[in-house]
């Protein structure tokens, strides 16, 4: 198997997350992954782009949207390694994904109170604008 490329794939059933991974292969070994199960936790509130540090043989995990609370509290998938000229897998791996659920607070406006005065008020006109933290 040494020098032969190989295409790894990642069977979800959402694919909002881009995953990068590396497999060892050494010379007259069978090639696998480093681990057959991958463990990571995440926060609810990580941002989207955001690079998740991950184990030291899966390169990076990008987070492509917001956490939903559809999202659940775990998900799981396997990724796979294929020979890429026959198409034979090679080695497979899972991940699971733990997410940390932290209480979503209120957003802060920049002032406590807002008036405003007008004569007329006419449907669907915006009134105020105002922003929050």
């Known amino acids: 198997m ?4 190989i295409a790894i794939t990642v069977e979800t059933t959402t694919s909002q997350q881009m995953f990068i991974v590396n497999v ?7 090639p696998s992954f480093s681990a057959d ?7 609810n509130d990580i941002a989207p782009g955001a690079v998740v540090p991950f184990e030291t043989e899966i390169t990076m995990l990008y987070i492509s949207r917001r956490l939903r609370p559809a999202d659940g509290a775990f998900q799981s998938f396997y990724i796979g390694a294929l020979d890429k ?3 034979i ?5 899972r991940i699971d994904v733990s997410f940390e659920q932290l ?4 957003p802060k406006f920049n ?4 008036f405003r005065q007008v004569d007329e008020l006419r449907p ?3 009134v105020l604008r105002v922003t929050a933290k």
């Open 2 to 5: 040494e020098g032969q490329s």
């Open 24 to 30: 060892n292969i050494a010379r007259n070994s069978n």
């Open 37 to 43: 199960i991958y463990n990571v936790t995440l926060r």
């Open 85 to 87: 000229n026959n198409l």
């Open 89 to 93: 897998r090679l080695a497979i791996a």
């Open 103 to 106: 209480p979503v607070s209120a």
């Open 111 to 114: 002032n406590v109170h807002y």
């Open 124 to 126: 669907h006109v915006t």
